[in-house]
């Protein structure tokens, strides 16, 4: 059968493209990331991405950089916090675009790789895949069985670029304030 995966990220596709393959999947990479700030982190993202296809041999289909959809998408929900609407809204923008990829080229089923991530909901993932595409979605939660654990050795063994935040601005934001908030904090505990 003729799998379309969303990829976010090289990392994340490494495991979830290993287990699609051992459950007998032909699998096609789609790599869209309309919420990844700034432009050469996009540009790091997708190299990994196609490092990843080119090692595991799958296609990967490159889809258009649309930030100002994204943008558009989220107006409103910008201050929501990780994991809340605005998440959903970028789920669901992303979970739109390959379902429209894989009825474009006629796959059989479509999932992503967004259920990896310890931080991602996979019931709401999942949920809004069903929404959208109904029984074509595959659904799943590839953290289980060790998917995460999995994702980071491949990502090793393959020299992948491996991020610190999820890919927005707004994500990028909050990575930098909690990194500046612990270097505080050990500041403090070294002048206690
Ligand atoms: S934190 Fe991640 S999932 Fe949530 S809106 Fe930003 S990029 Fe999308």
């Known amino acids: 059968m003729k799998v379309l995966l969303h990829i976010c ?7 979830v493209v290993e287990r699609l393959m051992c459950e007998g999947y032909t699998v096609t990479g789609y790599f ?7 432009h050469d982190e996009y540009d790091r993202r997708l190299d990994a991405a196609r490092a990843v296809a ?6 990967l289909i490159e889809g258009k950089y649309d930030r100002e959809r994204w943008f558009e998408a989220v107006k409103g929900a910008e201050n929501a916090p990780e ?3 605005r998440c959903e809204i970028c789920f669901r923008l992303r979970l739109e675009a390959a379902y429209r990829q894989m009825r474009k080229n006629m796959f059989d089923r479509f999932t992503t790789t967004l259920t990896v991530s310890p931080l991602k909901d996979a019931v ?3 949920r809004l895949g069903r929404e959208i595409g109904g029984d074509k ?4 939660d590839f953290k289980k069985k060790e998917g995460c654990k999995r994702a980071v050795e491949l990502s090793r063994e393959m020299g992948l670029y491996r991020q610190d935040y999820c890919g927005c601005v707004y994500s990028q934001e909050e990575a930098i304030r909690s990194r500046e908030r612990r270097s505080r904090e050990n500041g403090n505990a070294d002048r206690a």
């Not at 869209?32 to 700034?38: E, F, S, T």
């Not at 979605?137 to 799943?140: E, K, P, Q, T």
Request: glycine share 14%; net charge positive.
């Open 137 to 140: 979605f595959i659904i799943a």
């Open 9 to 15: 990220c090289g990392v994340c596709a490494s495991s």
């Open 32 to 38: 869209y990331g309309p919420n990844i700030h700034p």
């Open 54 to 59: 080119r090692e595991m041999r799958f296609d």
């Open 83 to 85: 994991g809340g609407k």
């Open 124 to 126: 709401l993932v999942n």
